[in-house]
């Protein structure tokens, strides 16, 4: 079984601030720290139940979180960004079996987690044919373009809500729910525990956890910035709908996803 892991840090234990999620901070490395913990169980747990090689995509910031170090013979970990429009997906294809979410976190416009945004910080939010787009849907497309199931998540009570609306059959950890700007943190010992239980869980069930791709695409983007949302309408494609938002309307995903990488950077 091959099996691809795409990873974030605002989702896993503990987060709660933007602050602990950035490399020149202080408080960072312990969250980092404890974002390679959580892969490595997935990665732990995913051979056990029987995946032989299994790929794993640091998605957060610069793509150097993870330390690679900690990682296992048959994982192998991409850092760093190519600059391919798939991102947090990069290194994932028709070959895979599966893909796995680590730490992943509710999309822009979500009051239900305070640091809830959907790649940076710019949109105050991002739609999909009328949905708010999280990285979460963002990233289960371009799994669906490809024909590879969506199986597992694990992050915030929102975005396993999300996921769960989407997939219904996906497997999800919840880490923590957000009130506010405050954080719930569940217990890290439970939670690690249910990363074993519940990757070993997702991966006797992918068959049910396929993503259906739609025909169209509409694509929106509401911008914090107005002049950052007057910039972004002259990407090719992409019309201005009032002074906050642009949309894209296609039929190629890879025009959604090429969009994205350009648009709300």
């Known amino acids: 079984m091959k099996v691809f892991i795409s990873a974030d840090i605002e989702g896993c234990c503990g987060v709660f601030s933007n602050i602990e999620t950035h490399k020149n901070e202080a408080v960072y490395a312990p969250f980092a720290k404890q974002m390679t913990k959580e892969v490595l169980a997935v990665?732990?747990?995913?051979?056990?139940a029987g995946a032989d090689e299994i790929v794993v995509k640091d998605g957060h910031g610069d793509a150097s979180n993870i330390d690679p170090l900690q990682m296992p013979s048959y994982v192998t970990l991409i850092r760093g960004k190519s600059g391919h429009p798939y991102n947090m997906m990069f290194g994932l294809d028709p070959t895979f079996d599966a893909v796995?979410?680590?730490?992943y976190h509710a999309a822009a416009g979500c009051p239900e987690f305070a640091v809830s945004h959907t790649s940076t910080g710019n949109s105050l939010?991002?739609?999909?044919n009328g949905k708010r787009m999280s990285e979460f849907m963002l990233n289960s497309f371009t799994a669906a373009s490809l024909g590879?199931?969506?199986?597992?998540?694990?992050g915030d009570e929102a975005i396993c809500a999300?996921?769960?609306e989407l997939v219904p059959e996906i497997a999800a950890v919840q880490t923590k729910r957000g009130v506010g700007n405050a954080t719930f943190c569940?217990?890290?010992?439970?939670?690690?525990?249910?990363?074993?239980?519940q990757t070993k869980e997702a991966l006797g069930r992918i068959?049910?956890?396929?993503?259906?791709?739609?025909?169209?695409?509409?694509?929106?983007?509401?911008?914090?910035?107005?002049?950052?949302?007057?910039?972004?309408s002259f990407f090719p494609g992409m019309k201005a709908v009032d002074p906050f938002t642009n949309r894209l309307e296609?039929?190629?995903w890879m025009d959604v996803v090429t969009s994205h990488n350009f648009v709300v950077y």
């Not at 990665?43 to 056990?48: D, P």
């Not at 569940?186 to 239980?197: D, G, H, N, S």
Request: glycine share 4%; charged share 25%.
């Open 43 to 48: 990665c732990e747990a995913a051979h056990e």
């Open 148 to 154: 590879v199931p969506v199986a597992f998540i694990s």
């Open 100 to 103: 796995l979410y680590v730490g």
């Open 207 to 232: 068959g049910r956890c396929h993503v259906e791709l739609p025909e169209k695409f509409v694509y929106e983007v509401t911008y914090k910035d107005w002049k950052k949302a007057y910039q972004m």
């Open 186 to 197: 569940c217990p890290t010992e439970t939670v690690m525990k249910a990363l074993r239980e």
């Open 162 to 164: 999300a996921a769960k």
């Open 250 to 252: 296609t039929e190629n």
């Open 125 to 128: 939010y991002i739609t999909l």
